[in-house]
Nanobody, 123 residues
């Protein structure tokens, strides 16, 4: 199993930036594809970004493409989500997740989840 601990959430003004971090521990971090999901109040959890085991390929939701960047450092067992040009619509709890699938946007393919970190973007 892998344990995921997220950090970096907070309050930011529209147009600002945040970088979320997800520290992983367990068997082997590099064997998992990693993803970020988010859930706003009253809404279902939605896919944000994913990255392959090697970090060589990524996938993004259309709503964040060009603004968010997912990356990973397998030497540090950490995955990141750099969020730029933030909008109030980005306000949500952001979750880090790990999957045995290499690159996936499907909630059901993720095997392990972090506790979530709140991101609030003010107007």
């Amino acid at each position: 199993q892998v344990q995921l601990v997220e950090s970096g959430g907070g309050l930011v003004q529209a147009g600002g930036s945040l970088r979320l971090s997800c520290a992983a521990s367990g068997r082997t971090f590099s064997r998992y594809g990693m993803g970020w999901f988010r859930q706003a109040p009253g809404k279902e959890r939605e896919f944000v970004a994913a990255i392959r085991r090697s970090g060589g390929s990524t996938n993004y939701a259309d709503s964040v493409k060009g603004r968010f960047t997912i990356s990973r450092d397998n030497g540090k067992n950490t995955v990141y989500l750099q969020m730029n040009s933030l909008k109030p619509e980005d306000t949500a709890v952001y979750y880090c997740a790990a999957t045995y699938a290499d690159l996936s946007s499907s909630y059901f393919e993720y095997n392990y989840w972090g506790q979530g970190t709140q991101v609030t973007v003010s107007s």
